[in-house]
């Protein structure tokens, strides 16, 4: 089968026809999926209504999942499995989180543009995030996401640009990207569970060899270079690949699914009212190798 897509912005978000993902699919149906994701790094799925339990079994026919960090740490948590991630402001008794709240500002930096995991020496590939309760309209923001097409803005280079990066390796550390946003409140014992991972600031498309930068608010710096100087090429490359022409912002609605995969794309949170729930709930597979592996 072919799933039936249509296009949100060229060569990086589309909207899928009608699937109901609680159901078991058969293995064609996962390939068609595969296929339009390939083709769309950022694809929309509306009208879903998935238990947690429904989006790990979909999410798990992609390849085996990642238990991220906050489902990671000891102590009680607001959802039950730990292969789902906890994409809300809400506490273990679902209450919306106070502005001082620790996991809330640790939370903050999904809204610098990133990619998931980049601190991990093997990162993820497909972030699958479900929309189970939305904000209102705030003067800062309604809560969207914006996608960012990394293949696109590489692509757009000047090509001395291209020969001179392409061989880079960057220094992925979730400790950085929070520090960016003032915070650096995190216990040694995690810290250390967390070290900084070395890679490659140019992927390469396993099967059709395409180039995408691999850009996140967890790269800190250039390895061999003075950090300075790796920091301030991050920051222009940053620059140039979140102009509008590369950014898809989705707008979400109550059952939305959207797939995007993490190795193609950057992606953040905006602002919305901090007073009321937003609850996301994010199913995440992991790669089989680092990025080191991959010929620039
Ligand atoms: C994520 C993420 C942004 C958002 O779930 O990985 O960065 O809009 N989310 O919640
Ligand atoms: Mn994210």
């Known amino acids: 089968m072919s799933l039936e897509t249509r296009e949100l912005h060229p060569g990086l978000a589309a909207e899928a026809g009608f699937l109901d993902l609680s159901q078991p699919l058969d293995p064609d149906t996962i390939a068609a999926i595969q296929t339009a994701i390939d083709a769309y790094p950022v694809l929309v799925f509306r009208s879903q209504s998935l238990t947690d339990a429904q989006l790990r079994d979909f999410a798990a026919r992609f390849g085996p999942l990642e238990i991220g960090r906050s489902a990671a740490r000891p102590g009680r948590r607001r959802l039950a499995i730990p292969q789902i991630g906890d994409i809300s402001n809400l506490d273990v008794d679902n209450k919306v989180r106070a502005l001082d709240d620790r996991r809330r ?48 803005a590489y692509d757009a280079l000047p090509a001395e640009t291209k020969a001179a990066i392409d061989p880079l390796i960057a220094e992925h550390d979730v400790f950085w990207s929070r520090a960016q946003i003032g915070f650096t409140d995190f216990p040694q014992p995690e810290r250390d569970q967390y070290p900084p991972s070395p890679q490659r600031l140019v992927r390469r498309h396993p099967v059709t060899g395409q180039k995408s930068l691999y850009l996140s608010a967890h790269a800190s710096h250039i390895k061999g270079w003075p950090i300075a100087d790796g920091r301030l090429l991050l920051v222009d490359l940053n620059a140039h690949a979140t102009q509008t022409r590369f950014i898809y912002s989705h707008t979400w609605r109550l059952g939305d699914l959207v797939i995007w995969d993490n190795r193609w794309t950057m992606h953040r949170g905006r602002p919305h009212d901090e007073h009321k729930p937003r609850d996301l709930r ?7 190798g680092s990025t080191l592996n991959e010929a620039a």
Do not use: C, I, K, Q
Request: net charge negative; proline share 9%.
């Open 105 to 152: 500002l640790d939370g903050l930096g999904n809204r610098l543009w990133h990619t998931d995991a980049s601190y991990m020496p093997v990162p993820v590939v497909l972030g699958m995030l479900h929309a189970v309760t939305l904000p209102p309209a705030s003067p800062f923001g309604n809560g969207e996401t914006e996608f960012a097409d990394m293949r696109a």
């Open 282 to 288: 994010r199913a995440t597979t992991l790669d089989t």
